[in-house]
């Protein structure tokens, strides 16, 4: 079983998925981390370097190279990924999609208090993050919502909460493999 874990920056797609992944005893792998080593290069510099475009074509590569060789893991994916190139169709067809949902508020909190390295961050000013999180989910929002599953999380609530909520869903799933 190939479950995506598919939302916006920050929404804690890698922390859920470790943790699901070794509750379920199959693999995690965090896309964006497998890009970094491949390229050896984190993804701050491939898009100072090289752009976004190219970036873009890596995400689109890596996610079909992951898939064609394995047929069980969790799988955090960037932000954005689901976005470009259909990949959300793709996605919906070799496995279980799942959004990881928060709002804009809980969002802009989590972002402004650690935005890490993220070159989408970078385009705006601290003090814009909320215009800049609400414009980009305006237009990520719609394809994230043709996701197979779709879980409400609360970003103000201690992980072990938002796990038990993408739990509750990854064991209806099961229920239907
Ligand atoms: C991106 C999100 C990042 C990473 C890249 C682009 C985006 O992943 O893939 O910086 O376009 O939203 P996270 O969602 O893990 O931060």
Not at 85 to 91: A, E, L, Q
Request: charged share 30%; glycine share 6%; with cysteine.
């Amino acid at each position: 079983m190939r479950i995506f874990l598919l939302g916006f920056m920050g929404v804690g797609k890698s922390t859920i998925g470790k943790y699901l992944a070794e509750d379920l005893h199959i693999p995690f792998v965090d896309l964006d981390e497998w890009i970094e080593e491949e390229v050896q290069m984190p993804i701050s510099e491939l898009f100072k370097e090289y752009g976004e475009p190219f970036f873009r074509k890596l995400e689109f590569d890596h996610l079909r190279k992951v898939v064609e060789t394995y047929d069980r893991f969790v799988m955090a994916t960037g932000g954005g990924l689901p976005c470009f190139n259909d990949n959300i169709s793709y996605m919906n067809e070799k496995g279980e999609t799942v959004y990881l949902k928060a709002s804009i508020d809980d969002l802009t909190r989590r972002l402004t208090a650690s935005s890490g390295d993220r070159p989408i961050m970078k385009q705006a000013d601290i003090k814009q993050y909320k215009e800049h999180i609400t414009k980009l989910l305006s237009t990520r929002e719609p394809i994230y919502s043709t996701a197979k599953w779709i879980v409400d999380l609360q970003l103000e609530e201690p992980a072990s909460a938002n796990i038990i909520r993408v739990g509750t869903v990854i064991n209806e799933i099961l229920a239907k493999h």
